[in-house]
């Protein structure tokens, strides 16, 4: 089956550090641009961050850019998002989405995992 | 790049016609894409590249538009059509989406 399994969110402290995997099956990740989207949850959705096939280019939203990176590891078909100094405003439900149709649009998304940023 | 979308909610019965309208602060050519989010579920693509119908979507989605001004039309809204829709778009970073139009049964 084609999916996308999100997995490592949790409750975390302010300044706190988590790493959120995801893991695909089905098809052939390592030919695939990948990207993490958010959603507080009742809010609209925020892209956070985007990779490419080989990891030789990363793009992130300003709010996070310095404190979370994005990554990939091809050979086991698993997407990583390591968050950082996380703050509050960072709460959501964080999806990673595969950019399947000409590169740029999000045809296959994850169930998402909720990270909640509070003391 | 700033998406707005009108209406933000829409009150609708099974069978009507519902068109919900993007707008872009600038210019994104046709790289505009509409999903759709049913509570506590991932978001679904629906059309990409403005008007194209992503595959195993019903024909009853239409997506038209280039530029600045796009719409969503549902010709005859079926009960499962009831959510959330979103537009995005791609044209450069950072992508954005629009806030949503909630579409409910009247």
């Known amino acids: 089956e084609v999916q996308l399994v999100e997995s490592g969110g949790g409750l975390v402290q302010p300044g706190g550090s988590l790493r959120l995997s995801c893991a695909a099956s089905g098809f052939t990740f390592s030919s695939y641009w990948m990207h993490w989207v958010r959603q507080v949850p009742g809010k609209g959705l925020v892209w956070v961050s985007r990779i490419n096939t080989d990891e030789s280019s990363t793009r992130y939203a300003d709010s996070v850019k310095g404190r979370f990176t994005i990554s990939r590891d091809n050979a086991k078909k698993t997407l990583y998002l390591q968050m950082n100094s996380l703050r509050a405003e960072d709460t959501a439900v964080y999806y990673c989405?595969?950019?399947?149709?000409?590169?740029?649009?999000?045809?296959?998304w994850g169930r998402g995992t909720l990270v909640t940023v509070s003391s | 790049i700033e998406l707005t979308q009108s209406p933000s909610f829409l009150s609708a019965s099974v069978g009507d016609r519902v068109t919900i309208t993007c707008r872009a602060n600038?210019?994104?050519?046709?790289?505009l894409a509409w999903c759709q989010q049913k509570p506590g579920k991932a978001p679904k693509l629906l059309i990409y590249a403005a008007s194209t119908l992503q595959s195993g979507v019903p024909s009853r989605f239409s997506g038209s538009g280039s530029g600045t001004e796009f719409t969503l039309t549902i010709s005859s809204l079926q009960p499962e059509d009831f959510a959330t829709y979103y537009c995005?778009?791609?044209?450069?970073?950072?992508?954005?989406f629009g806030p949503g139009t909630k579409v409910d049964i009247k």
């Open positions: 989405t595969r950019a399947g149709v000409g590169l740029w649009y999000f045809d296959l």
């Open positions: 995005q778009q791609v044209n450069s970073y950072p992508l954005t």
């Open positions: 600038q210019g994104i050519s046709s790289y």
